[in-house]
């Protein structure tokens, strides 16, 4: 089982309290920016060109810009992304313990798929927000320290793929989509 892990496309810095169809300002959920929208067009051919692997399965935070980030890729794939709220960035009524509890639910859940032989060839692509993956980037069983300084700093649209090998996940590709 393959996971690649992505931080969204870049996003629009919206200052305005507009409603948004949530119910949440754009302030809280700002859209992908122009270069966020070209970067997800990227993602899609970075996989049509087989350079990044092929989701047979997408997970997406609530927040519209981790959607934004695989809709071209998704309807390339003919993969339907799973909105999860466990993917949700650090809200400022949670604590820091519920925070890490969330995010190590899902790194379970992975590693209990990754077991089960009808994940054996399931390609996940989960599009999360900078504080979950430097959260989760502590917590994912590795065989290298995905806490040093090479995979310290996340800007929009950086991917990591990890191999989910138990019970060692070994990384197979860290890169970034520069558009």
């Given at each position: 089982m393959l996971i690649a892990l992505f931080r969204h496309g870049h996003k629009d810095f919206v200052t305005s309290y507009l409603q948004s169809p949530t119910g949440m300002t754009t302030f809280?959920?700002?859209?992908?920016?122009?270069?966020?929208?070209?970067?997800?067009?990227?993602?899609?051919?970075?996989?049509a060109e087989r350079r990044l692997p092929m989701p047979n399965l997408i997970w997406v935070s609530q927040l519209q810009r981790t959607?934004?980030?695989?809709?071209?890729?998704s309807q390339f794939s003919n993969c339907n992304p799973i909105i999860r709220a466990e993917?949700?960035?650090?809200?400022?009524?949670?604590?820091?313990?519920?925070?890490?509890?969330?995010?190590?639910?899902?790194?379970?859940?992975?590693s209990q798929m990754s077991l089960s032989n009808e994940h054996a060839q399931t390609v996940l692509y989960l599009c999360s927000h900078y504080d979950w993956?430097?959260?989760?980037?502590?917590?994912?069983?590795?065989?290298?320290?995905?806490?040093?300084?090479?995979?310290?700093?996340w800007s929009p649209a950086q991917y990591l793929v990890l191999n989910c090998d138990q019970p060692l996940w070994t990384v197979q590709q860290f890169g970034h989509i520069r558009k």
């Amino acid at each position: 089982m393959l996971i690649a892990l992505f931080r969204h496309g870049h996003k629009d810095f919206v200052t305005s309290y507009l409603q948004s169809p949530t119910g949440m300002t754009t302030f809280d959920n700002p859209p992908l920016s122009a270069k966020g929208f070209q970067q997800a067009e990227q993602i899609k051919t970075e996989v049509a060109e087989r350079r990044l692997p092929m989701p047979n399965l997408i997970w997406v935070s609530q927040l519209q810009r981790t959607l934004q980030t695989f809709t071209n890729v998704s309807q390339f794939s003919n993969c339907n992304p799973i909105i999860r709220a466990e993917l949700n960035c650090h809200s400022s009524g949670e604590s820091a313990q519920n925070f890490r509890i969330r995010i190590t639910q899902i790194i379970t859940e992975i590693s209990q798929m990754s077991l089960s032989n009808e994940h054996a060839q399931t390609v996940l692509y989960l599009c999360s927000h900078y504080d979950w993956i430097e959260e989760a980037l502590l917590q994912i069983p590795c065989t290298v320290n995905l806490n040093s300084f090479e995979y310290s700093s996340w800007s929009p649209a950086q991917y990591l793929v990890l191999n989910c090998d138990q019970p060692l996940w070994t990384v197979q590709q860290f890169g970034h989509i520069r558009k």
